[in-house]
């Protein structure tokens, strides 16, 4: 089986290669343009394009096969109704930072995995709870460079742990694929488990 991940994300392709899989990354552009307001909708649908995506490139290269995996992820902070994606400049990551600030908010990944004629997608959701962060606190942690390609201005797993108090759910979904839910799915579509597909 070829495994394919339909992502850029050094953070995914991190968990991934921690699993033990051995995979290759290709990602193709996909329309991120939606109507949809509902966050677990929006995520669920984004991860499923660019599963399509990823397929279609596949095969106009002739590398599609019936025993291509393909994984897709898309993941968003929502908090107080509002979805946060990536910020666009340090005035946009403040902003959410600030909003975050003294919080509790939820991280929801949506997941899709492509094999042969079969797809199937679906979504987790983690709660995170967030300290108080001073203005200057945030002012710091900007200008780190950190929040800058992270859906929500943070990397749980970097500077911004300091400000994390804890979080109900999968850890892995907040930094980006919600490993077990993955392995839920793998389970339903192909009958097998990460850790068989690792070996």
């Known amino acids: 089986m070829r495994i394919v991940l339909a992502s850029k994300s050094p953070r995914?392709?991190?968990?991934?290669?921690?699993?033990?899989?051995?995979?290759?990354?290709?990602?193709a552009d996909a329309d991120e343009s939606s109507d949809l307001t509902d966050p677990a909708h929006l995520v669920r649908e984004l991860s499923l394009r660019k599963a399509r995506a990823t397929r279609a490139l596949l095969e106009q290269k002739g590398e599609w096969s019936d025993d291509t995996l393909i994984i897709a992820s898309d993941t968003v902070v929502a908090a107080d109704g509002a979805i946060l994606g990536?910020?666009?400049?340090?005035?946009?990551?403040?902003r959410?930072?600030?909003?975050?600030?003294?919080?509790?908010?939820?991280?929801?990944?949506?997941?899709?995995?492509?094999?042969?004629?079969?797809?199937?997608?679906d979504f987790d959701v983690t709660s995170v709870h967030f300290c108080d962060m001073t203005p200057e606190e945030i002012e710091d942690y900007v200008s780190s460079g950190e929040p800058m390609d992270k859906a929500g201005a943070y990397a749980v797993q970097g500077l911004a742990s300091v400000y994390i108090k804890g979080l109900e759910g999968d850890y892995f979904n907040v930094v980006g694929l919600p490993v077990h839910k993955l392995n839920t799915m793998l389970r339903e579509l192909l009958g097998t488990s990460l850790l068989a597909l690792g070996k």
């Open 12 to 27: 995914r392709r991190e968990i991934l290669s921690m699993l033990g899989l051995k995979f290759d990354i290709v990602s």
């Open 86 to 94: 990536k910020p666009r400049d340090e005035d946009d990551a403040a």
């Open 96 to 121: 959410m930072l600030s909003l975050l600030s003294g919080r509790t908010h939820q991280v929801i990944s949506g997941i899709s995995l492509l094999y042969g004629t079969r797809e199937c997608a």
